[in-house]
């Protein structure tokens, strides 16, 4: 090849983009859908509150806290989850899991990168505060 050839080809080559051909997906979120609330008579300003929580694949929550009693049950797939001092614990189907009110949750993430989790929770907390506190 001659050098005005192979110049060209360079040139050419340059000015092909760099990375992936397709766009990058940004990060996708956890979808939350409130299921069910009820004011717990027996204890007098808390509340009941249900919710599904749907992962999609590689999707990883915040570090949080609920500031609430929570019991998660896992309906499809695999997530991560673990409280500030306690261990990291992957769940499957069936399997459950407990953040109390003075938990920071470290750890909320999908297993998986291609399939999606979800699993239902139910919170007995303060009425009216707010399901998720950011933590540092």
Do not use: W
């Not at 189907?93 to 109390?100: I, M």
């Not at 920071?104 to 139910?122: D, E, L, M």
């Amino acid at each position: 090849m001659s050098i005005p050839k192979l110049a060209l080809v360079l040139v050419c080559l340059m000015s092909l983009p760099i990375g992936p051909l397709q766009p990058q997906e940004a990060p996708k979120e956890a979808k939350v859908t409130p299921l069910f609330s009820k004011d717990l008579a027996d204890f007098p300003s808390k509340e009941g509150l249900m919710i599904t929580v749907e992962y999609p694949p590689g999707s990883t929550g915040p570090i949080h806290r609920h500031n609430a009693h929570g019991f998660i049950y896992v309906l499809e797939g695999s997530i991560v989850m673990q409280v500030r001092g306690g261990k990291e614990v992957t769940l499957k189907p069936g399997q459950t899991f407990y953040e109390g009110p003075d938990d920071v949750h470290v750890v909320g993430r999908n297993a998986s990168q291609t399939k999606p989790a979800k699993f239902v929770v139910f919170f007995v907390k303060d009425k009216g505060a707010p399901i998720v506190v950011p933590e540092k």
